[in-house]
């Protein structure tokens, strides 16, 4: 497999239960980050991770917990959610250092819809 | 902060029309460029960028030139197709050590008609 791949596509939860979204990548970078899209509103930057450390938090209430155990994966723990929380999960990936552009590598999305 | 505004939308296009969204940004320093488009039920993809003044991005028939003077990176093109439907996201990012964190704009939705 090549690039970012997130798993699963679409979810379905209640507001009381607990699951996790996957992100994992390819491409031997270093970074790694969340993102938020919602219906009409901008792409929201939610956590970002540099060589396994958390290195941004974007005011994301602690109902979304993340954990990345090694450079490759990412995953975005889901608890006690609200309506609201209904998104796509952006996952994507860049290099670290000298030389990195900025650009971002981004997998296809995990779509939540909360009950 | 940084911020990255570009042309609401929605846009209708017929099938061979040309194409530009506006885009113009506010950022310290010498940040990077992009382009990036998601097609519907997918995540996004980059189309094209430019890394410093007076670059031009060009990917797929797109183009798009950095101006540092007039702070901005309008997406064209000259000869849409439906496939081209999809949503446009300009974007720009510190780059080098500082680099991770992107600043999105609010996405331009295209449609193209046959």
């Known amino acids: 497999e090549t690039g970012v791949t997130q798993t699963p596509r679409h979810l379905v939860m209640g507001m009381t239960n607990k699951k996790s979204l996957k992100c994992e990548q390819h491409l031997g970078h270093n970074a790694m980050y969340w993102y938020k899209q919602s219906a009409k509103k901008p792409l929201e930057l939610m956590f970002v991770y540099n060589f396994k450390e958390q290195t941004e938090n974007n005011s994301v209430p602690s109902r979304f917990s993340p954990e990345c155990p090694n450079s490759s994966h990412l995953f975005l723990h889901l608890h006690t959610l609200q309506p609201e929380d209904s998104a796509l999960y952006l996952c994507?990936?860049?290099?670290?250092?000298?030389?990195?552009?900025?650009?971002?590598?981004f997998g296809e999305g995990s779509r939540l819809t909360v009950l | 902060g940084d911020s990255v505004t570009q042309m609401e939308g929605p846009v209708t296009l017929s099938e061979e029309a040309f194409l530009t969204i506006n885009c113009t940004y506010t950022a310290t320093g010498y940040p990077s460029l992009f382009w990036y488009v998601q097609y519907p039920g997918e995540g996004l993809q980059l189309l094209l960028k430019?890394?410093?003044?007076?670059d031009k991005g060009s990917n797929k028939g797109f183009e798009a030139t950095y101006r540092k003077e007039t702070t901005s990176f309008h997406l064209e093109k000259g000869s849409v197709q439906v496939s081209d439907s999809a949503v446009y996201f300009c974007a720009l990012s510190d780059q080098g050590t500082n680099a991770g964190k992107s600043t999105f704009g609010d996405g331009t939705t295209l449609t193209v008609k046959p």
């Open positions: 430019a890394t410093k003044a007076d």
């Open positions: 994507a990936s860049s290099p670290s250092g000298r030389g990195n552009t900025g650009e971002l590598f």
